[in-house]
């Protein structure tokens, strides 16, 4: 099983910034994904950014130019540094892995929650 621990949330007002960590630890093959969800109540889940090896990133319209999504290959580990806070990103930001084997594998950590004031 792998496990994906996320760090880094909190809350802040609009125009600042926050940086998250998740890392993967556990019976981990090679994680072909890592990156970043959001869940609102109203909203349900969406993708906010995404590394697909070093071959592809995704990123959400709604984030463009203010947030990036890096990763540390060697630690299993994904960032996403949030710029330009907006109330609008208030949200559980949820980690999210994946990997082949035997199949598509993905994994989902906890979440963290990201609180923006205006």
């Known amino acids: 099983q792998v496990e994906l621990v996320e760090s880094g949330g909190g809350l802040v007002q609009a125009g600042e910034s926050l940086r998250l960590s998740c890392t993967a630890s556990?019976?981990?093959?090679?994680?072909?994904?890592m990156g970043w969800h959001r869940q609102t109540p109203g909203d349900g889940r969406e993708m906010v950014a995404e590394m697909h090896q070093r071959t592809r990133t995704t990123y959400a319209d709604s984030i463009k130019g203010r947030f990036t999504v890096s990763r540390d290959y060697a630690n299993n580990t994904v960032f996403l540094q949030m710029n330009a806070l907006k109330a609008e990103d208030t949200a559980v930001y949820c980690c999210?892995?994946?990997?082949?084997?035997?199949?598509?594998?993905?994994?989902w950590g906890q979440g963290t929650q990201v609180t923006v004031s205006s």
């Open positions: 999210v892995a994946g990997e082949y084997g035997g199949g598509w594998n993905e994994y």
């Open positions: 556990g019976d981990i093959k090679s994680l072909y994904t």
